[in-house]
């Protein structure tokens, strides 16, 4: 299977504290992207990042890919309650047309 | 105010019965999906279309169908040949399919069997 696996697959830490989460893949990519999931809700798209590039920032949120590995994390600094949600990664392989997502990392802040 | 609407927020299905979700956008998106998340799971894709009047089986097609008469629709009949039809649908869009293109989601809806 191509999809992207993600570990840990649940992770509680104390508001405040960082919070990293991981996505290995098996065959090359074109790009990756990281969705956020609250309860009961749809998807909301939080990063993307090439296979060219190794790393990105938005706000609090830190991406990185390693081609070489095969795998990128996400990394949310000092954590917030409202941070609770479960977080997805999509990748698109190469030659596809569609995204791959993984099983998912449920993220929960302690207050 | 743009964006992707979905309904209804619950469904709840008969044995035998064929029920259709409703899936609308106004981003102007060329590209629609459905994807079903069963609980504590990933998401897998039911559907895409890349065009009107077009669109391409995913890697769980069977039991389900859809139609793509205009750019803003893409509604998801769940037929009764599909056995197993409790889960959480949720339907996307994107400016076109493939190279670097964010999907946009809806707000899901819930089916569940009577």
């Known amino acids: 299977s191509q999809q992207g696996e993600e570990d840990p697959q649940a992770l509680s830490i104390q508001e405040g504290e960082n919070a990293t989460m991981n996505c290995s893949y098996k065959?090359?990519?074109?790009?990756l992207q990281w969705y956020r999931q609250n309860s009961g809700r749809g998807l909301v798209h939080l990063i993307l990042?090439?296979?060219?590039?190794r790393e990105k920032h938005s706000g609090r949120l830190r991406v990185t890919l390693d081609t070489s590995k095969k795998s990128s994390s996400l990394l949310i600094t000092a954590s917030r309650a409202a941070d609770t949600a479960s977080y997805f990664c999509?990748?698109?392989?190469?030659?596809?047309?569609?995204?791959?997502f993984g099983q998912g990392t449920r993220l929960t802040i302690n207050p | 105010d743009g964006g992707i609407t979905q309904s209804p927020k619950y469904l709840f299905r008969k044995e035998g019965q064929n029920v259709t979700l409703s899936c609308e956008q106004n981003?102007?998106?060329?590209?629609m999906y459905w994807y079903r998340q069963d609980p504590g799971q990933g998401l897998r894709l039911i559907y895409y279309?890349?065009?009107?009047?077009?669109?391409q089986k995913g890697d769980i097609a069977e039991g389900y169908s859809v139609s793509r008469e205009k750019k803003e629709s893409f509604p998801l009949t769940v037929t009764s040949a599909q056995k197993n039809p409790t889960a959480f649908y949720l339907c996307?869009?994107?400016?076109?399919?493939?190279?670097?293109?964010?999907?946009?989601f809806g707000p899901g809806t819930r089916l569940l069997v009577l």
């Open positions: 996307a869009s994107s400016r076109k399919t493939g190279w670097g293109e964010t999907q946009y």
């Open positions: 065959t090359s990519i074109n790009n």
């Open positions: 990042i090439r296979s060219n590039e």
């Open positions: 999509a990748s698109l392989f190469q030659g596809a047309q569609k995204l791959v």
């Open positions: 981003l102007n998106h060329d590209a």
């Open positions: 279309s890349q065009i009107v009047n077009d669109f």
